[in-house]
């Protein structure tokens, strides 16, 4: 439930402060939990995971008194006590997106840097250029880096002048595996043969595609198992409103379930997705390889748009998302709320959250 966590630490933190669970208390059904305040840089949003012994992990980037950002990552124990710190980056932009704690103990960190001097133990892939998604993975102790590398492209359209590659999102199976999300435009992203979608996004002399890609890295951060795009350069635009105007697609959430298949939830905007059409979001389920995908769906693909910003499995291996919709989501029968509620005359679109529960087997809302 790392990513739901990790939702929440995105809540808390924005007020410079982090609520951490102590323990549950036997005689009672109460949850106890303590509040720290912790160092991190006022507007900042921290990513927070939790290990098995109730230590948790908190990533965020700070400026020292020189004006240079770092990332950091905190661990403080069971009772909420900082216990140990390690900062890491480069000297231009380093954005901290994701953090695991992983089966083996070890701390998972990605996101995206745009520095040429980003710390770099593994090249998996050759060369990148502008923006590049990056996996740092340190010990739990939080003395060193382990390993840590970059992914993206050296080749984007000339005409996508701000393109770039991200990391979004990860997970981690037993064995270790790194399971990475985000975005790309590069037409060189190291997709593997065999791989659901190979074609890399269409651009022409005003603009470019962007994709979504999904990817399996070893442990030891050396080696892609499988990488793939996903992603459409088709648009829903008529006349002069196509010209520069190109599909844009990017995972902002993953889970991998315990046989290896990946689902991934992707922001989506003026395009056509893969089947079936999504406004706002579409969640995929890929088999174990990434060679081909088992479903794809919207929540409320015939409503208005909704963003899913984290998700997780439970144990039936169905799929938990939370997110925001405009003007509600589409509930179901039975639930704490199922129905949004009217727009009032003052405000013409309202944004809510939502929770719901998808079948792993078949993409299907459950009930």
Same mark, same amino acid.
């Given at each position: 439930m790392t990513s739901i966590i990790k939702? /929440?630490?995105? *809540?808390v933190t924005a007020l410079s402060f982090v609520i951490l669970p102590v323990a549950a208390i036997a005689a009672s059904? +109460?949850?106890?939990?303590? %509040?720290?305040?912790? @160092?991190?840089?006022?507007? @900042?949003?921290?990513?927070? #995971?939790?290990?098995?012994? &109730?230590?948790?992990?908190? /990533?965020?980037?700070?400026? !020292?008194?020189? &004006?240079?950002?770092?990332?950091?990552?905190? $661990?403080? @124990?069971?009772?909420?006590?900082? =216990? %140990?710190?390690?900062?890491f980056g &480069?000297? #231009?932009? !380093?954005?901290?997106? +994701?953090? $695991?704690? !992983? %089966?083996?103990?070890?701390?998972?960190?990605a996101g995206t840097t745009n520095s040429k001097d980003f710390p770099v133990t593994n090249s998996i892939v050759p060369t990148v250029q502008r923006s590049a998604a990056f996996v740092v993975k340190v010990d739990s102790g939080l003395t060193g880096i382990i390993a840590s590398t970059l992914i993206g492209g050296s080749n984007y359209a000339a005409s996508c002048r701000y393109c770039g590659t991200g990391a979004s999102a990860l997970d981690a199976d037993s064995a270790g595996n790194i399971y990475l999300a985000g975005y790309t435009a590069a037409l060189d992203f190291p997709v593997t043969a065999g791989a659901y979608q190979t074609t890399p996004p269409g651009y022409d002399n005003f603009g470019s595609a962007s994709f979504g890609f999904v990817g399996e890295i070893s442990p030891g951060l050396s080696k892609i198992v499988f990488a793939t795009y996903f992603g459409s350069d088709a648009v829903n635009c008529m006349g002069s409103e196509c010209i520069g105007a190109w599909g844009s697609t990017g995972f902002v959430a993953l889970a991998v379930d315990t046989s290896g298949a990946i689902i991934a939830s992707a922001d989506v905007y003026l395009r056509v997705a893969p089947p079936p059409p999504a406004v706002g979001t579409t969640t995929v389920k890929f088999a174990p390889g990434g060679g081909s995908v088992v479903w794809s769906t919207?929540?409320?693909?015939?409503?208005?748009?909704?963003?899913?910003?984290?998700?997780?499995? !439970? &144990?039936?291996?169905? =799929? *938990?998302? =939370?997110?925001? +919709?405009?003007?509600? +989501?589409?509930?179901?029968?039975g639930t704490v709320q199922p129905c949004f509620g009217p727009n009032n005359e003052i405000v013409s679109v309202i944004v809510g959250g939502f929770i719901g529960k998808l079948s792993g087997s078949s993409g299907a809302v459950s009930s």
């Open positions: 939702s /929440v630490g995105r *809540l059904p +109460a949850l106890s939990f303590t %509040a720290r305040s912790l @160092n991190f840089d006022s507007g @900042n949003t921290a990513l927070l #995971a939790l290990d098995g012994q &109730g230590n948790a992990y908190q /990533v965020t980037t700070v400026t !020292d008194s020189s &004006g240079r950002a770092w990332i950091r990552v905190t $661990k403080t @124990n069971a009772q909420g006590v900082i =216990v %140990a710190t390690i900062q &480069g000297t #231009a932009t !380093d954005t901290p997106t +994701a953090i $695991k704690v !992983d %089966a083996q103990g070890e701390v998972v960190i919207a929540i409320n693909p015939n409503g208005d748009s909704q963003e899913i910003s984290a998700l997780a499995l !439970d &144990g039936s291996g169905n =799929v *938990l998302v =939370v997110g925001v +919709a405009e003007n509600g +989501a589409v509930g179901t029968a």
